[in-house]
């Protein structure tokens, strides 16, 4: 995945060390079971690898992934790409998820009642979602 310069180091709750192969680890481990044509969100990510873990926190680490994370399986809570402004060419996120099936509206938004994956072992308890948690790039 070629990026461009990234922003600060976010800080995790309860001083989780996001820069930490573990960390980072616990994050590529569920994404890389996310089947092609299907999508987590980072705050759904978050939530399901719980305390220490935000959606930002998982965004900052999804910057790190290397050819074996199914990176682009990750987008934000409306539906969208956010990799625009990290990653070149800056559509090249929302073109490998079409790729894989999944389709966008004009808005750049995919239906995520029909898109989004939650490993089995969650579904149980209800959907994990994050509706209303916020673009980290204003999308």
Request: net charge negative.
């Amino acid at each position: 995945m070629s990026k461009e310069g990234s922003s600060a180091r976010p800080k995790a709750e309860g001083g989780a060390d996001v820069n930490s192969r573990d960390y980072r680890e616990r994050v590529f481990a569920v994404v890389r079971r996310i089947p092609a044509g299907r999508v987590m969100t980072y705050g759904q990510l978050a939530e399901i690898l719980g305390q220490g873990y935000t959606a930002r926190t998982v965004g900052f680490v999804m910057h790190s992934a290397d050819e074996t994370v199914p990176w682009q399986r990750v987008i934000n809570a409306q539906g969208a790409c956010s990799t625009g402004r990290v990653i070149v060419p800056p559509d090249l996120q929302q073109r490998m998820l079409v790729s894989e099936g999944v389709v966008f509206d004009a808005r750049g938004r995919c239906d995520l009642s029909r898109y989004r994956w939650t490993p089995e072992e969650y579904e149980a308890g209800g959907e994990v979602g994050d509706d209303e948690q916020p673009s980290l790039f204003g999308d």
